[in-house]
């Protein structure tokens, strides 16, 4: 296990399409994070799981977006109907440690057409 | 509202210089500052932290250094390599917390 890994890299989709997001945390870590960025931006904080409880969901994420970790380990992040404003790059992350710094993945870049 | 700021979007420093990235956040809760690097297509990396009750911590090439009474951190780089040239993020968090909050980031670039 060499780190944080997320699927797809890239997606293009359509205005109003679903898409789907996956992220294989570091398999000892317990904790595992939702970021966004985009364009000139730092990542902003958008939800984040302790084991298979979501503890923190940020007022960025609509209802159209929902996240998953049913068993603890792999987490998906689902945008419903995309806009155009959804394009970004969507980070996860994992930690063990409460508070320290943790171990970001590649990012998926969504794009929306 | 942005809680966490890197007033410069870009730094160039000749190779075997220092590099000097500054951080001033707002929010007196934060106790935990961490700065990351991310290259091109990469998630961010992990580079050093600092606790409030240090005012320096120092690992190789890089010391940051926190002011907390000024709100202010900084990130030196000594020597600068050509390799550093990255965009750099300064972080804070609360240690009784999770979620990061992070600067706009600066954009290094090392001249060789």
């Known amino acids: 296990d060499t780190g944080v890994s997320q699927n797809p890299r890239h997606k293009i989709t359509k205005r109003g399409q679903n898409v789907t997001f996956r992220c294989d945390p570091i398999?000892?870590?317990?904790?595992l994070y939702w970021y966004r960025q985009t364009l000139g931006q730092g990542p902003e904080f958008l939800t984040y799981f302790q084991n298979e409880a979501q503890l923190e969901k940020s007022r960025l994420l609509s209802d159209r977006f929902s996240a998953e970790r049913p068993k603890g380990s792999f987490s998906t992040l689902e945008i419903q109907r995309t806009e155009q404003g959804d394009s970004a790059m969507y980070l996860c992350?994992?930690?063990?440690?409460?508070?320290?710094?943790?171990?970001f993945g590649s990012g998926t870049r969504l794009t929306v057409v | 509202d942005q809680q966490v700021k890197q007033n410069s979007p870009s730094l160039s420093v000749q190779e075997g210089r220092i590099s000097i990235l500054n951080c001033d956040y707002t929010n007196s809760m934060f106790d935990y500052f961490l700065w990351y690097k991310k290259y091109p297509a990469e998630g961010p990396t992990f580079l050093i932290s600092?606790?409030?009750?240090?005012d320096k911590n120092e690992d190789g090439r890089f010391t940051v250094f926190l002011n907390k009474s000024a709100k202010h951190l900084s990130l030196h780089i000594v020597p600068s390599q050509p390799g550093d040239s990255a965009v750099y993020f300064c972080a804070a968090t609360k240690s009784s917390g999770d979620k990061l909050t992070f600067g706009t980031g600066t954009r290094l670039a090392v001249r060789p």
């Open positions: 398999s000892e870590h317990n904790r």
């Open positions: 600092i606790s409030s009750i240090k």
């Open positions: 992350a994992s930690s063990r440690n409460r508070g320290r710094g943790y171990t």
